[in-house]
């Protein structure tokens, strides 16, 4: 009796984490100034002409609502639960909603001049900056606001806290602005330019960038105490920053720009080329983001497509079924194709191989954007002797099995000699892997080669020139 066994090996192909964005069709017209993600599928952009609209199934569809002032240009929205948000305008407008967006009411605050950002550090504490050096406060979950020593009369764009006691302040002429004790007093930081500074992220309270105009960007690894230029080749004008968990900060600008900046500070144009502006960019994690800007343009991260089988050695003759999980992110669907010429809309499907053979098995995922994002693995479908056949012909013996630092192993058949072996654990995985040099009808394993194996059960694979062999074997 004869036995196929299914072997899974794979081969997982590299893909990287945020190297594509998708556009998103968003409908509009009106140009994007502020984006927020506030769940894995709520997202709340706002713009000009007094324009908010949400999504809540990732981007697929958007709807409008009512700011109540069509005349005024909306430049920032924050979230500080699903329930309760806020949104910065022109003229002083500050608006509200404690019914995830349903409705928003204005507040009252003691200025008609332009606000240009809002940022919470945490449910009760919130900051506003504006024009002419504007600075607001609140302790009370935005119910009051309370305007802040004025440091500078230079027009501030952007607030970042990387916790509650370090902040950051970025505006036009390079003003930057540093708090350490939560916000209560602020100090004017010398940047070495005079370009107008549009956003500021600090991955902690001594690394950070702030990014503007004519291809300024500043990167800071002492609290803003110094800044080193980053010199990229591409882009103008950067408009928007922000950092996820692993480092990686992402910048945007003019002509569709997004640069991603590694943790080792090497770049990398992810998107480019178009002649719109984009003016926010935004995450919810370390996978899922939103860029948005003019003309109603708005991007997502693409997919990223990951899988993992039940087993990675199967016995045809039993089941022969494998079950594939789908662990893709960001995605909304997946497309299997097995590689035997079936295929599976399924999320995690289950799928049987009746033939020897080397099958490809591609998952390609998609979501609400125009980009996908696609993974292959490989199964192995081999023709091995039976191990009755094996017994029969004496044809191989392996001796001393279970076995401590020395194994033999040794072929009983005319003209045959031992031209490959592979170690390789009950897993599937292979650990040892050896081409013969000097062919023989004996081969003599010692030492360390078999010393660096733990104790536990291992397959070896043994070729020669006309079969291949499977032997179980105990290391003590």
């Known amino acids: ?111 008609s001049m332009n606000l240009n950002d809002i940022y919470f550090i945490n449910a009760t504490v919130g900051f506003i900056v504006g024009e002419n050096g504007l600075i607001y406060r609140t302790d009370d979950s935005g119910n009051s606001w309370n305007e802040l020593n004025i440091v500078t009369t230079f027009f501030l764009n952007a607030i970042h806290f990387p916790d509650e006691q370090n902040g950051f302040i970025t505006g036009s002429n390079g003003t930057l602005l540093k708090t350490n004790d939560g916000g209560l007093t602020w100090a004017v930081m010398a940047t070495q330019t005079n370009q107008v500074l549009n956003d500021v992220f600090f991955i902690n309270k001594d ?40 480092e990686d900060c992402y910048i945007t600008g003019n002509k569709e720009t997004i640069i991603k900046i590694d943790k080792q500070s090497q770049s990398t144009l992810l998107n480019g080329g178009g002649t719109k502006t984009i003016n926010t960019i935004r995450f919810y994690n370390s996978y899922i983001g939103y860029t948005a800007g003019t003309n109603g343009m708005i991007l997502k991260t693409c997919p990223v497509s990951d899988f993992i089988a039940s087993s990675y050695t199967l016995n045809l003759n039993s089941t022969g079924n494998v079950t594939f999980t789908n662990q893709s992110r960001n995605n909304t669907n997946g497309t299997w194709f097995f590689g035997d010429g079936a295929s599976s809309t399924e999320k995690n499907p289950a799928h049987k191989y009746t033939a020897v053979g080397d099958y490809k098995v591609e998952l390609i995922t998609e979501n609400q954007s125009t980009c996908k994002d696609t993974i292959s693995k490989f199964i192995k479908v081999i023709n091995t002797q039976g191990i009755e056949d094996e017994i029969k012909l004496n044809a191989i013996q392996i001796f001393p099995n279970p076995f401590k630092d020395k194994l033999t192993i040794e072929l009983n058949v005319n003209n045959r000699s031992i031209t490959s072996l592979e170690v390789i654990t009950l897993t599937g995985e292979s650990i040892y892997k050896s081409q013969l040099k000097e062919k023989s ?36």
């Open 1 to 111: 009796m004869k036995k196929i066994i299914l072997l899974l090996f794979f081969l997982v192909s590299p893909y990287f984490i945020f190297s594509q964005w998708g556009y998103l069709n968003s409908g509009w017209k009106k140009n994007i100034n502020s984006i927020e993600p506030v769940d894995s599928l709520t997202v709340y952009a706002v713009g000009d002409s007094g324009l908010i609209y949400k999504t809540t199934n990732g981007g697929t569809s958007w709807i409008s609502q009512n700011s109540g002032y069509p005349d005024e240009k909306l430049t920032s929205v924050f979230f500080i639960s699903n329930q309760i948000g806020f949104i910065t305008g022109s003229n002083g407008l500050l608006l509200s909603t404690n019914n995830f967006g349903l409705t928003w009411q204005k507040k009252t605050i003691s200025t």
């Open 207 to 246: 690394t950070g960038f702030v990014a503007g105009l004519n291809q300024t960007l500043l990167k800071t690894m002492d609290g803003a105490n110094s800044f080193t230029p980053v010199n990229l080749s591409y882009g103008e004008h950067f408009y928007s920053i922000e950092c996820i968990e692993t």
């Open 441 to 476: 009808v004996e081969k003599i394993f010692s030492g360390s080669e078999l010393k660096k194996l733990p104790s536990g059960i291992y397959f070896l694979r043994i070729e020669t020139a006309q079969n291949i062999f499977f032997r179980k074997v105990i290391k003590l």
